[in-house]
């Protein structure tokens, strides 16, 4: 059973940077496709910025510039290094994936249980 495991969220103050790490336990057989995703207080989740393939990437407009997604394969690793934050990147950050694992017979959604992040203004 493969867990996504995130890290490096907390406190920081609007302008600052910070940097989330999404570590996947266990064997992945094919190229997963890897998200970050994001939900505010009284909001729907959002997708922040994904990577896959030959590292293709794609990125929420609000973000574009400033975020900046990365994998480590063979970590099996992804990172969200976020930088000029604003209050509004508020929320709890999801790892989300899309990939087969060792017993997978078709890829399989996995997701993380979430770090939070707070941009103080």
């Not at 266990?26 to 994904?50: C, F, H, N, T």
Request: contains cysteine.
């Amino acid at each position: 059973q493969v867990r996504l495991v995130e890290s490096g969220g907390g406190l920081v103050e609007a302008g600052g940077s910070m940097r989330l790490s999404c570590t996947a336990s266990g064997a992945i057989v094919s190229d997963p496709w890897m998200s970050w995703y994001r939900q505010a207080p009284g909001k729907e989740r959002e997708l922040v910025a994904a990577t896959g393939g030959s590292y293709e990437t794609n990125y929420a407009d609000s973000v574009k510039g400033r975020f900046t997604i990365s994998r480590d394969i063979a970590a099996n690793t992804v990172y969200l290094q976020m930088n000029a934050l604003k209050s509004e990147d508020t929320g709890d950050y999801y790892c989300h994936g899309v990939f087969r694992a060792a017993g997978d017979f078709v890829p399989k959604t996995y997701w993380g249980q979430g770090t939070q992040v707070t941009v103080s203004s």
